[in-house]
T-cell receptor
Framework: GQQLNQSPQSMFIQEGEDVSMNCTSSSIFNTWLWYKQDPGEGPVLLIALYKAGELTSNGRLTAQFGITRKDSFLNISASIPSDVGIYFCAGQRGGADGLTFGKGTHLIIQP | DAGITQSPRHKVTETGTPVTLRCHQTENHRYMYWYRQDPGHGLRLIHYSYGVKDTDKGEVSDGYSVSRSKTEDFLLTLESATSSQTSVYFC??????????????FGAGSRLTVL
């Protein structure tokens, strides 16, 4: 099946630092999405990207849809304790066949 | 959780027993999905539905069946549970399909342990 390579697998940072994570694929996707999952809950959508080259912000979060349609990145500026969680990228080619997910980036913030 | 209810939220069962997980939505969305989440694998699609009685297989469908007799309900059945099916199962819904972007909204998950 389709593979999304998400990196890094985990990040240990200090509060206030900026965070960057990315996803790459060998296949083209027409939509890229970024989700966050808190312990014991389902993933929650953070940002959706619909066009190649698109750069979208949501508060301290910024995500970009790569020009080649094969990659995307997510940046978090000035991290705070509630940013802790697992971040997933997801790609979709089109149609109703669901999303392909990366394996997640665990973000841990050290006091 | 945007009108998505999964039940049961937790279940422990024995190998070889049948198990059914239920996803109920109040959003009247056309598309519904079942994913499983395992350490090291992320979220993987099991089955999905694009309408009443219309379903299709996902990446990891072996050992699972689904049914959708009403728009609001999507059932996932393990006919004979195995230990490899111990996982957290997530239901998701979407209003957009076809050639449009497909943004999924997830339920809170059902944790299944097969002993």
């Amino acid at each position: 099946g389709q593979q999304l390579n998400q990196s890094p697998q985990s990040m240990f940072i200090q509060e206030g630092e900026d965070v960057s994570m990315n996803c790459t694929s060998s296949s083209i996707f027409n939509t890229w999405l970024w989700y966050k999952q808190d312990p014991g809950e389902g993933p929650v959508l953070l940002i959706a990207l619909y066009k190649a080259g698109e750069l979208t912000s949501n508060g301290r979060l910024t995500a970009q849809f790569g020009i080649t349609r094969k990659d995307s990145f997510l940046n978090i500026s000035a991290s705070i304790p509630s940013d802790v969680g697992i971040y997933f990228c997801a790609g979709q080619r089109g149609g109703a066949d669901g999303l392909t997910f990366g394996k997640g980036t665990h973000l841990i913030i050290q006091p | 959780d945007a009108g998505i209810t999964q039940s049961p939220r937790h279940k422990v069962t024995e190998t070889g027993t049948p198990v059914t997980l239920r996803c109920h939505q109040t959003e009247n969305h056309r598309y519904m999905y079942w994913y499983r989440q395992d350490p090291g694998h992320g979220l993987r699609l099991i089955h999905y539905s694009y309408g009443v009685k219309d379903t299709d297989k996902g990446e990891v469908s072996d050992g699972y069946s689904v049914s959708r007799s009403k728009t609001e309900d999507f059932l996932l059945t393990l006919e004979s549970a195995t230990s490899s099916q111990t996982s957290v199962y997530f239901c998701a819904i979407s209003a957009v399909g076809g050639s449009g972007a497909n943004v999924l909204t997830f339920g809170a998950g059902s944790r299944l342990t097969v002993l």
